[in-house]
């Protein structure tokens, strides 16, 4: 469990973090095992945030935005107003993208600033693993293979400390990411950072498009990863622990297929702002598509993930 430590010290964290006037996700809890708790945490300084933009501001006009090509009939959009008066009746801020995969048309909705990741990053930790094998080599060395499912299934922290590692930091993941085309998604620049109880690696920052393009490397031939890699990745997150089945398998009937990785952390010492994070490949009933959503500003770790709970069910609704 990471927590928050309280007061004029939280203010310290988020104002590090973002800068002036931005809000970003400072305190906070990374995925584990099950669902945390919030518990109070060491105080401290944290390192700037990386990355251009820093975090989204809280608030603001959400828009649903469509590709300008082949667009569904009124009504039908998956992020469309259906979807823009249910998060306009949300406290907080949601950032979304979802791409139906056989046309290649791509929605977005809110601000697309880039956000702290917290757990969510380790899809990009196992995609930069994976990338690295030597020609010829399918899987993971034997070391790596239990950190990984670990890291994947159990959103285990200290397998992702020891991967993030394996790989080469921060230099080596954002090589991977500017080849897969990721353009807003910075990596933390230290795992131990001054002043700050937890793994520095959920400092990454990323935006609802990068999500996107980092998933579209396991559901579409790659020219950095093997299938028999993009399989193995895809089993890690259909097999995610129960308790970490939400966000976009939000009204997903249970025969269709589902591939998750959900990030959830408390942005104060009292766990009354809450960030959390769902990305994932969703396909069956005629439907396939990938989804990215970025929240903040929820008061309660629940109420965030009922909020993206309910826009995926809106999502699958009208991917048809």
């Known amino acids: 469990m990471l927590g928050a430590g ?5 203010g310290l964290l988020l104002a590090a973090v973002q800068g002036p006037g931005a809000h970003a996700p400072v305190p906070y809890a990374f995925a584990g095992t099950g669902h945390p708790a919030a518990s109070p945490a060491t105080a401290g300084t944290v390192p700037a945030a990386r990355g251009a933009g820093g975090g989204s501001p809280i608030g603001g006009t959400l828009q649903p935005v469509a590709s300008p090509a082949s667009s569904p009939g009124p009504g039908h959009e998956p992020l469309g107003m259906a979807a823009a008066a249910y998060v306009a009746s949300r406290t907080g801020t949601v950032m979304a993208a979802v791409s139906e995969l056989r046309t290649g048309q791509t929605w977005s909705l809110g601000p697309q ?3 702290a990741e917290a757990s969510i990053v380790k899809l990009d930790i196992l995609e930069t693993l994976y990338a690295q ?3 010829g080599t399918q899987g993971l060395p034997a070391a ?3 950190l990984a499912q670990q890291m994947m299934e159990d959103s285990d922290n200290s397998a992702a400390t ?3 590692n394996a790989v080469g930091g921060p230099a080596k993941i954002q090589s991977f990411n500017t080849a897969a085309g990721l353009t807003h998604t910075s990596p933390s620049s230290c795992v131990i950072c001054a002043g700050f109880a937890w793994p520095g690696w959920g400092l990454s920052t990323t935006t609802p498009a990068d999500q996107l393009a980092l998933l579209r490397q396991l559901v579409k031939p790659s020219t950095l990863l093997t299938d028999e890699q993009r399989h193995a990745a895809l089993q890690f997150m259909e097999n995610v622990a129960p308790s970490q089945r939400w966000g976009v398998t939000g009204g997903v009937p249970p025969q269709a297929t589902v591939a998750v990785k959900d990030g ?3 942005l104060d010492s009292a766990s009354t702002d809450w960030q959390i994070n769902s990305i994932g490949w969703v396909s069956g009933s005629g439907r396939d598509y990938l989804m990215a959503v970025l929240t903040t500003g929820n008061p309660t770790e629940q109420y965030g993930i009922d909020t993206i709970n309910e826009l995926s ?3 699958w609704g009208r991917m048809r």
């Open 144 to 146: 790596d293979q239990p």
């Open 162 to 164: 020891s991967l993030w």
């Open 133 to 135: 094998q030597d020609s």
């Open 113 to 115: 600033h880039p956000q």
């Open 313 to 315: 069910a809106i999502v």
């Open 264 to 266: 959830w952390l408390p």
């Open 6 to 10: 309280g007061g004029a010290v939280a």
